[in-house]
């Protein structure tokens, strides 16, 4: 049973700093890409940054420069650093582990951001 277990997000004001991390259990962590996704209350659910098990990463437009992800294999958890925080990034944001045959979510963790 695939478990994802996100850590808490936060208020915070424009310009701090937030890291997510995300615990992964019952998968060959290695094996999965690892995302992130965040989602606004009536929008549709948007990437944010994912890393392949290799170390391949990608980002959205809005967060390059100011995101960063990284994953630690020996601990099966994947990171978020969000610098620069907007009130833009406001959302509900989702830890996502897929490969070629399944893609399981976290419960979501909120992060607020305030001017």
């Known amino acids: 049973q695939v478990q994802l277990v996100e850590s808490e997000g936060g208020l915070v004001q424009a310009g701090e700093s937030l890291r997510l991390s995300c615990a992964a259990s019952g998968i060959r962590f290695s094996l999965y890409t690892m995302g992130w996704y965040r989602q606004d209350p009536g929008k549709q659910r948007e990437l944010v940054a994912d890393i392949t098990g290799g170390g391949g990463t990608r980002y959205a437009d809005s967060v390059k420069g100011r995101f960063t992800i990284s994953r630690d294999n020996a601990k099966n958890t994947v990171y978020l650093q969000m610098n620069s925080l907007k009130p833009d990034d406001t959302a509900a944001y989702y830890c996502?582990?897929?490969?070629?045959?399944?893609?399981?979510w976290g419960q979501g963790t909120q992060v607020t951001v305030s001017s």
């Open positions: 996502n582990a897929k490969n070629a045959l399944r893609s399981a």
